[in-house]
């Protein structure tokens, strides 16, 4: 059984730069998909970045060209450096163990979750 945690949030003023990380435990994450979700105070829970086991990738529009979702499977760890950060970016950030190679957008595609990062971007 997968197990992941997350850690390197923070707070951060706008325009600024933080990477976060996942790291995995009980499973390989190569030849998996991992993905990142994110959560807003009074909002639904929403997709952020997702990579296949082939390291290709796809980010929600609101964040493309700002964040980069990236894996190292020697270190069994899953990245996402954010870049250009807005106020609206805001939230406690997810990682989430994908069930098969390719993984969507869609929280069933994903059979384990972190407690989250919190991650908070001031004017």
């Known amino acids: 059984q997968v197990h992941v945690a997350e850690s390197g949030g923070g707070s951060v003023q706008a325009g600024g730069s933080l990477r976060i990380s996942c790291a995995a435990s009980?499973?390989?994450?190569?030849?998996?998909?991992m993905g990142w979700f994110r959560q807003a105070s009074g909002k639904d829970r929403e997709f952020v970045a997702a990579?296949?086991?082939?390291?290709?990738?796809y980010v929600t529009d609101s964040v493309k060209g700002r964040f980069t979702i990236s894996r190292d499977n020697a270190k069994n760890t899953v990245y996402l450096q954010m870049n250009s950060l807005k106020p609206e970016d805001t939230a406690v950030y997810y990682c989430a163990a994908g069930n098969s190679r390719y993984s969507g957008t869609m929280p069933f595609e994903y059979d384990a979750w972190g407690q989250g990062t919190q991650v908070t971007v001031s004017s």
């Open positions: 009980g499973r390989t994450i190569s030849g998996y998909a």
């Open positions: 990579i296949n086991w082939n390291n290709s990738t």
